[in-house]
């Protein structure tokens, strides 16, 4: 886990470096900062509409005695998209888009409880090989 966790903090910086010099390079500098800036700030403004549109239907459910599990869960997606769409770079900008919009999240839900399934399922049998902790 922390060697992909360091070649993620290495190679990514990495790549969107490279992807900002290639798009400098043919748009120029300064229309390349402001896409980048444009970027961010349209990424906060996406961020803020969907959380708040999440919390509202958490609101809802709360309040007819849900538990709004799926919601807390988007909650978290958002709040993930939000810091990749505020970082600078065209790579981060692009999943944090994918993670915000809600039909390409609900893939990313359903991939990632299908792992935390086979990361439980994995831990079980092992807690159950060797008896206990």
């Known amino acids: 886990m922390f060697s992909k966790l360091l070649a993620l903090f290495i190679i990514l910086p990495l790549l969107e470096l490279y992807v900002i010099i290639e798009v400098g390079a043919v748009l120029g500098a300064l229309p390349t900062v ?3 800036v444009f970027t961010a700030v349209a990424g906060a403004f996406l961020t ?3 959380g708040l ?3 509202r239907r958490m609101q809802q459910q709360i309040m007819v005695g ?3 599990a799926e919601e807390l869960v988007n909650s978290v997606l958002i709040c993930v998209a939000g810091v ?5 770079g065209f790579l981060t900008d692009a999943f944090g888009l994918l993670v915000l919009i809600p039909p390409t999240r609900h ?3 359903r991939w990632l409880r299908y ?11 092992e807690t159950i090989r060797f008896g206990g902790l």
Do not use: A, D, G, I
Not at 84 to 88: A, D, M, S, Y
């Open 53 to 55: 549109r999440t919390l």
């Open 66 to 68: 849900q538990m709004p």
């Open 34 to 36: 402001l896409f980048v």
């Open 107 to 109: 893939v990313l839900k």
């Open 115 to 125: 792992r935390f399934n086979q990361y439980m399922r994995t831990r079980t049998m």
């Open 84 to 88: 990749l769409l505020l970082t600078p």
């Open 48 to 50: 803020r509409l969907e």
